[in-house]
């Protein structure tokens, strides 16, 4: 592909973008994830910036998610017919325009109120699935075809799992993924430095001239436990309850995607909770590989973590991801603009991986293996 035809191909997809005849020039000022990250913290209050884009401790996880894709470098093929490039893919039965779902993030209303719903009325117009706790009732309700996969750390008794399993596919929740990675509440340091208030989760930061009553600074909420008791018969029980698929998310051994082929589960997402829960833990595109390896084509492997271009979403793909999760992006194109802003960067995305496509010989998904990539030594 020369640099004429790449042109064409990103100016294509710009004229099939819906946000192509907004009047909004600032929209279009930045150019890339990274631009809309430096808007988001422009406007986002310190402690809700600082509880995005944060990692555990001394954030080495969170580091080594986006050092990873440094450690494998794309070997593109040439004198390919790449006129013509398709993304989409089928999902559990779920048609998709691109391999780029809406992760699951906690801490949207740190940026403005119901944005939960504000992001799922985003992954409508953007065509793409949403993986959320919240946000996709009204909508749902509102008879709108949203794709939505419920996201959970679930309940400590089989009771509760199963009634949860039934109210979630009775609500029309197309997949549970669960977030297994999530025993306890994490130490970050950012927010023990801000003293951060996790009630501000669901109320908001505080507005100008309003105090906030001292916490802690060291330890306020370290050691919470969330869902300390989870094992593998949680799968048991919501598979006794629910037909819809069990997505397992928060998995990097290669011995733990084993167990969950074995134990039923629909699908796992290779993750580290994107950082934000054990430092020290090992990037997840470089975990990718073996995880792939040990399911064995079973059930579909999907991943997250530090993804910012198309190329990185490429890379995933070349390493056996069947689709890619992205939180922290749309958070600040939500931050940034709003609504248009999380349709913004989605779209930049997808028009990246589009253009790295056509660079590296691959019109389609189906033709990208790991002879794409290569490890540095």
Known sequence: MNRRSALSLVAAHVAASPLFSAEDD?????????????????????????????????????????????????????????????????LFGIHLESPIIIAPTGGKELVMPRADEVVAKAALKSKT???????AKKLLDDGEPLNWWINGIGQPTKEQAVNFAK??????????????????????????????????????????????????????VMWKPHTPNLTWSYIDWVRSASKIPII???????????????????????????????????????????????????????????IRRGSDILKALSLGAKAVLVGRPPLWGLAAFGQPGVERVLWMLAAELKLSMGLSGQAKLSTITRRLVRKNA
């Open 26 to 90: 600032d929209l279009y000022g930045p150019v890339n994830v990274h631009e809309f990250e430096d808007i988001a913290r422009r406007k986002l209050h310190k402690l809700a910036y600082d509880f995005i884009a944060g990692g555990v401790e001394d954030e080495r996880t969170l580091r080594s998610n986006r050092d990873a894709y440094g450690h494998w470098n794309l070997v593109p093929r040439v004198m390919v017919d790449v006129t013509n490039i398709d993304t989409s893919l089928d």
């Open 129 to 135: 699935l949403l993986c959320s706790a919240t946000g």
């Open 167 to 220: 109210r979630t596919e009775d609500g029309g929740g197309k997949a549970i993924v669960l977030t297994v990675d999530n025993a306890y509440q994490s130490n970050r340091d950012r927010n023990n430095r801000n003293r951060f208030d996790y009630g501000m989760m669901s109320s908001g930061v505080p507005k100008a001239g309003e105090g906030m009553k001292p916490v802690n600074p060291a330890t306020p």
């Open 248 to 306: 397992l998310k928060g998995i990097v051994a290669p011995e733990d995607a084993e167990i969950a082929v074995e134990r039923g589960a629909s699908g796992i997402v290779v993750s580290n909770h994107g950082g934000r829960q054990q430092d020290g833990v090992i990037g997840t595109l470089d975990a990718l590989p073996d995880v792939v390896d040990a399911v064995s084509g079973k059930v579909p492997v999907l991943m997250d973590g530090g």
